[in-house]
């Protein structure tokens, strides 16, 4: 009963917690934000999102290991560049070719993209299967390219595809 009434249980709690921090707890804005979670959480199931096929290992947490220490290298990075401003560094756009065709190793892939700083995901064309990426360091447009490739792509592929 439940479960037909409230088909996506976190996505009705996350959405009840974000509207009692944005208008504040009292009964009324509890009984009308839960209708409103209900209602967006029921509309959920027109879109009939599809559960991703995961593998979570070895891969996973390395990519995560990965992740985590090139945000740290970036941010340092990132400072440098802001703080010294040398002048022989520019930034620009590169088309990335990528081999991932499904939709949540990409949008992982975006997230680790603009979550590192110095770097933007701009764009995706899906008929081409090339990324747009905007790098605020761009030294050489081949290493980004490997770069994306070698530390995340494979590892993405190993566990959505």
Do not use: C
């Amino acid at each position: 009963m439940i479960g037909r009434l409230i088909p996506f249980p976190l996505l009705t709690l996350a959405l009840l917690a974000m509207w009692i921090l944005l208008t504040g707890f009292s009964p009324g804005h509890m009984l009308f934000g839960a209708a409103i979670a209900v209602m967006v959480s029921r509309t959920m199931l027109s879109l009939r999102p599809e559960r991703p096929t995961l593998r979570i290992g070895r891969a996973a947490a390395k990519l995560a290991f990965i992740v985590l220490t090139d945000i740290v290298r970036s941010n340092i990075a990132v400072a440098k560049i802001i703080l010294l401003r040398p002048p022989e560094r520019r930034s620009g756009f590169i088309e990335l070719p990528t081999a991932l065709r499904s939709p949540d190793a990409l949008a992982m892939l975006a997230i680790i993209i603009t979550a590192t700083p110095g770097s933007l995901w701009v764009q995706h064309d899906a008929h081409r299967h090339i990324i747009l990426i905007h790098v605020l360091d761009l030294a050489d447009e081949d290493q980004w390219a490997r770069l994306i490739q070698d530390r995340y792509e494979h590892l993405l592929m190993e566990i959505f595809e």
